[in-house]
């Protein structure tokens, strides 16, 4: 049976305050989702298969990402690394890959309130696949140690491949190296002259 649909014209494409306080905190409190958009959010383990299999034959919303046209949504939970942390366990299962996080949390507002956090994460090995993890605040989350606490996740495929950090850091290392072996200002232009044979 098909998805209802969306009124013409119409896209799934919340804010990240609505992922939060219309999907997030509903399905945490097992209240009923807004049709028809709770279509495209999707009840699976992020962690379960690289990204690719994840979302091969899922429904999707359009993207505005990084020139991507398509993006997928989940309830999913973030399994602690053990039932002595708080810390959490984002490997792919099979030795597939991890996602790694990009950045710390940050707050989601909505008007002056925060109601929870959103962090960015990249799939390594790195093909372009972004996710962003959306989780209430923690009085609210159940992530006390060796809990998992509920989120839920957006995931896409960016066209932009992002540097590698091998190559970033080889790059680092040259420009160094460059650097004590030219000097700088007037010394480095000297420098180049007699690698390009002027006087």
Known sequence: MAPPSL??????????????????????????LPAPTAHYIHDADVY????AALVDGLLAASAKNGGGSEEWYFFTSVKAKSSHYTRRCRTVAGGAGTWHSEKGRRDVLDGDEVVGYRQVFTFEPRDGWLMLEFSVVDREDGGRRGEAIAVICKIYQTCRQPASRSLTSASRKRKAAQ???YGSGSSSREAWTRVLGYR
Do not use: M, N, Q
């Open 7 to 32: 009124p013409c014209g119409a896209s799934f494409s919340p804010e990240d305050a609505e992922l939060i306080t219309v999907y997030l905190k509903r399905k945490i409190a097992g209240s009923l």
């Open 48 to 51: 379960a298969a690289e990204p």
């Open 179 to 181: 650097g004590e072996r």
